[in-house]
């Protein structure tokens, strides 16, 4: 029989939240059931239950930066066991089959990836997330968590973690190269500490310089104020790879000019309106404007595993149950240094 599950959900667009019950399915043969213990605010979290982009799938239970810890496992589970540290991000389910499942990067999947909440499964009905006690999972889409890094701690690194961690890795941060992080929020915070743990030299570009020994700390190697216009003219053809993680519209003719010959400007940030660009910013330098999703499990398991290995922790504020309204104000204003987590414990 399914199980009930205490969960906090938005009834409608833009409503407080609201504690209620859902039934979760019993864990099928290659099914993880997870007692979660704590769950990651995201501001994409803060975009649905607000209807930015787009309707949603009311009542909504947001969260998909999921950690706890295996209550029991199908008969066909390899790899987990009741106990394990574990985790779930932005995704539950995808074909298995087409090109991009087979490569592990499952968030391209030509089906269409199944999303943790305010999705709907191959079955049609609809996702929940983590703002819950319980979730059950396939255990293909469940990560285990390293015992190095604290399950509150490890929360954001579902998202935050793995939405830097893949643009960074794939445009090649590391040894000699300059990468610039735009934005020094939930995201940047972990892209600056990823970034230097990969070896390379790290400017954090923000709109002042208000955050910046919090930048220093995370390993920033400079720190600009991109409200400076003398900021662009200094900065001029000086980086390999800006890595953007802010949800506003920028100028971007003038980040593309601090780029060097090569460089690429990858965008992880969606912001509600397009921005505008000239076409010469990229044809006379050979630069590339880009953008990133996250990645698929096996690399968000090498995220895990590389965090741990680096110390590489997301800077967190624990909340209750019934504080995640004033959160969500507060994450909006940007007061949040740097990242909600849930402590579900206070579900009671």
Same mark, same amino acid.
């Given at each position: ?14 409503? %407080? ?7 979760r399915?019993?864990?099928? *043969? ?7 213990? !704590?769950?990651?605010?995201? !501001? ?10 787009? +309707?949603?799938?009311? %009542?909504?239970? %947001? ?16 790899g ?9 991000? @932005? ?8 090109? &991009?499942?087979?490569? /592990? ?18 079955? /049609?009905? *609809? ?17 285990h ?13 579902? @998202?935050?973690?793995?939405?830097? &961690?893949?643009?960074?890795?794939r ?12 934005? =020094? ?36 190697d ?7 216009r ?7 053809? +000086? ?13 971007i ?9 090569? /460089?690429? =400007?990858?965008?992880?940030?969606a912001? +509600?309106?397009?921005?505008? &660009? !000239? ?8 630069? $590339?404007?880009? /953008?990133? $999703?996250?990645?698929?499990? *096996?690399?968000?398991?090498? =995220? ?9 922790? *997301? ?12 959160? &969500?104000?507060?994450?909006?204003? $940007? ?10 414990? $206070?579900?009671?």
């Amino acid at each position: 029989m399914p199980t009930t599950t205490a969960v906090l959900q938005s009834p409608e667009t833009g409503a %407080p939240f609201e504690r209620a019950t859902i039934e979760r399915r019993d864990p099928g *043969p290659h099914d993880v059931e997870i007692e979660i213990k !704590h769950c990651g605010i995201c !501001h994409s979290d803060i975009h649905q239950v607000e209807g930015d982009w787009g +309707s949603g799938i009311f %009542p909504m239970v %947001p969260g998909h930066e999921i950690v706890g810890v295996v209550a029991s496992v199908g008969d066909e589970v390899e790899g987990f066991a009741e106990g394990d540290r574990v985790g779930v991000g @932005c995704f539950v389910d995808s074909c298995g089959e087409c090109e &991009y499942c087979a490569d /592990g990067e499952e968030q391209h999947c030509t089906k269409g990836v199944v999303l943790t909440y305010n999705g709907k499964d191959y079955d /049609g009905n *609809p996702t929940h997330g983590g703002y819950s006690t319980r979730i059950v999972v396939k255990d293909h889409f469940v990560v285990h968590v390293p015992d190095e890094i604290e399950l509150d701690v490890a929360a954001p690194l579902l @998202c935050a973690g793995i939405t830097t &961690y893949s643009p960074l890795k794939r445009w090649g941060a590391g040894e000699g190269k300059r990468v610039a992080i735009v934005g =020094m929020g939930g995201l940047g915070h972990v892209a600056v500490q990823i970034a230097k743990a990969m070896g390379a030299e790290v400017t954090v570009l923000s709109q002042t310089t208000s955050k910046e020994e919090d930048g220093r700390r995370f390993g920033a190697d400079a720190y600009y104020a991109t409200e400076d216009r003398e900021t662009f003219r200094k900065l001029r053809g +000086s980086f390999d790879l800006i890595l953007n993680t802010v949800s506003a519209n920028l100028p971007i003719d003038r980040y593309l000019s601090t780029l060097r010959v090569g /460089g690429a =400007m990858v965008n992880v940030g969606a912001p +509600s309106e397009p921005d505008t &660009y !000239h076409a010469f910013s990229l044809i006379g330098g050979r630069r $590339s404007l880009a /953008g990133s $999703s996250v990645g698929g499990l *096996p690399e968000t398991q090498e =995220m895990l595993d590389f965090c741990a290995e680096h110390g590489v922790e *997301p800077q967190i504020e624990r909340v209750t149950v019934d504080e995640v309204d004033g959160a &969500y104000e507060r994450i909006a204003d $940007s007061s949040v240094r740097y990242r909600c987590v849930i402590d579900i414990a $206070s579900f009671g």
